[in-house]
Nanobody
């Protein structure tokens, strides 16, 4: 079983930056995928970015060029650096850990972009 602890959300003005972190613990194997999803009120949960243990990353078109996902395999931690934030980035952001066909979700962390 894997546990996830998210941190780093909050309130930021448009154009600002935030960094989210998600630390995984438990039964972790060398091959896995870590990622961030988000869900705004009234919307479905959507993929923001993901990164496999080997380092290949994938981004939603809406965040390309503004967000950067990275990971520290030694710490089993994934980061999401969010720059040039827009009001439409406002959502609850969820960390996801996927390995051996099983998906684990974090509790979610609020990101609000507003002046």
């Amino acid at each position: 079983q894997v546990q996830l602890v998210e941190s780093g959300g909050g309130l930021v003005q448009p154009g600002g930056s935030l960094r989210l972190s998600c630390a995984a613990s438990g039964a972790i194997f060398s091959i896995n995928v870590m990622g961030w999803y988000r869900q705004a009120p009234g919307n479905q949960r959507e993929l923001v970015a993901s990164i496999i243990s080997g380092g290949h990353s994938n981004y939603a078109d809406s965040v390309k060029g503004r967000f950067t996902i990275s990971r520290d395999n030694a710490k089993n931690t994934v980061y999401l650096q969010m720059n040039s934030l827009k009001p439409e980035d406002t959502a609850v952001y969820y960390c996801n850990f996927f390995q051996n066909g099983m998906s684990t979700w974090g509790r979610g962390i609020q990101v609000t972009v507003s002046s």
